[in-house]
């Protein structure tokens, strides 16, 4: 069996290269399903260490094999996100993005790197290895539909089918070294809302010969809150969101029509489905009762993201033995949402957090920022914890 000392003396002097590669990344970031250049960066990579992969899953999606001893035996699967966001960067280093107005504002370039790292010790290891490790190179997590669902259809975990599949994401907040997991619900559903308020428009000094819009909008967002506050079981974690309004009036004009656009998360399937045609019921109803119309579409996007209770429970075992049980934490749920949620509903799964941050308080922009960054030495705690999961797994 391999120890974690052997793991550690073979990690050790990868950290300086993961940094490398990780900086690489980060200074040529590409939004989702244009991840060309990062797509042959990794196919680079995975030659120069010998590994076999398949790839163009999903446009750019890539998916290495690591075959050790007995290589039928059991298979784990480890992913890691390509994407970038349509940031602008506001930090100053040497390693500041290239291309204007797009940013790995959300650590892709961290989590590509770090399995680079633990694809790189696996390799190394791999006479020693019991079973196949995945290497999951996975396109567009930010964007609808997401590369997840697209490589599962295109049958990327097909042959062989993994066992389990790992995924991570960093965590600013948390201190470098330390790790994070939730068994069960840990991530929320993610659909997005689009609502066209249709009324009369016309001169703003005499509303009483227009159907004003902008009034039927408003009460629209705040009767919708109702979703949350009285239809909703209050145990249970909802959010109801309209982030952008637009109305193309004056000050002196009512225009035709309002256009709102929001987002409905969920931690539950079944009041997810019955959510959607209450405010679609709601919004229809207000808009008609005073005297108006809408139309709305509800596009159903990442499913809730449900972390497999026995197999995180080992995990986080496994993850004491390698960085120490200080160092292990239980997280709460989060309203955010992940694409990794397709898998987690295909295959027994296993997503955590890795901290980015340092211990002066350093890195501690949110993620999505245009000044977010991370501790690089959390690389270290990224790839080894990862390559450690898969070993300890395949055990």
């Given at each position: ?113 770090a399995l680079l ?110 979703v949350v506050s ?107 949402s992940e694409d ?56």
């Amino acid at each position: 069996m391999i120890t974690t000392e052997r793991l550690k003396s073979t990690a050790d002097p990868l950290l300086k290269e993961i940094i490398a590669i990780r900086r690489h990344l980060h200074q040529h970031p590409e939004l989702s399903f244009e991840e060309h250049q990062t797509a042959a960066f990794i196919e680079e990579q995975l030659k120069k260490e010998g590994i076999s992969y398949r790839k163009g899953f999903a446009g750019t999606g890539i998916v290495g094999v690591i075959k050790g001893k007995n290589p039928a035996s059991k298979v784990v699967a480890l992913r890691a996100d390509m994407d970038a966001l349509p940031i602008n960067e506001q930090n100053d280093v040497e390693y500041k993005s290239k291309s204007a107005g797009k940013m790995h504002a959300c650590g892709h370039d961290a989590h590509m790197a770090a399995l680079l790292g633990a694809a790189k010790i696996l390799n190394a290891l791999k006479a020693e290895m019991g079973g196949t490790v995945l290497l999951i190179f996975q396109p567009a997590e930010e964007k609808l539909p997401g590369g997840a669902r697209q490589m599962i259809d295109e049958g990327a975990l097909k042959d062989p089918r993994p066992d389990i599949i790992i995924g991570q994401h960093v965590m600013p907040g948390m201190p470098s070294g330390k790790v994070g997991f939730r068994a069960g619900m840990y991530m929320a559903s993610s659909d997005e809302i689009y609502i066209t308020v249709k009324g009369k428009g016309g001169h703003a000094a005499m509303p009483h010969q227009v159907i004003d819009p902008v009034v039927i909008a408003s009460s629209i967002i705040v009767a919708l809150q109702q979703v949350v506050s009285r239809f909703s079981n209050p145990l249970q974690p909802t959010v109801l969101s309209f982030g952008s309004v637009e109305a193309k009036g004056a000050v002196n004009v009512i225009p035709d029509c309002v256009k709102l656009e929001g987002t409905f998360r969920t931690l539950d399937e079944t009041w997810r489905a019955e959510a959607h045609k209450k405010i679609t019921t709601l919004a229809k109803s207000i808009a008609e009762g005073m005297g108006g119309s809408c139309d709305i579409t509800i596009k159903k996007g990442y499913p809730v993201l449900t972390n497999d209770p026995e197999l995180t429970k080992k995990a986080m075992d496994y993850s004491a033995r390698l960085l120490g049980d200080e160092n292990v934490t239980e997280m709460d749920v989060r309203l955010t949402s992940e694409d990794f949620a397709f898998y987690s509903s295909e295959f027994p799964a296993v997503f955590y957090r890795f901290g980015t941050s340092d211990n002066k308080g350093h890195y501690s922009s949110q993620l999505h920022t245009a000044t977010f960054d991370i501790d690089e030495n959390a690389l270290y705690t990224g790839m080894t914890n990862l390559a450690w999961l898969a070993l300890s797994f395949l055990e």
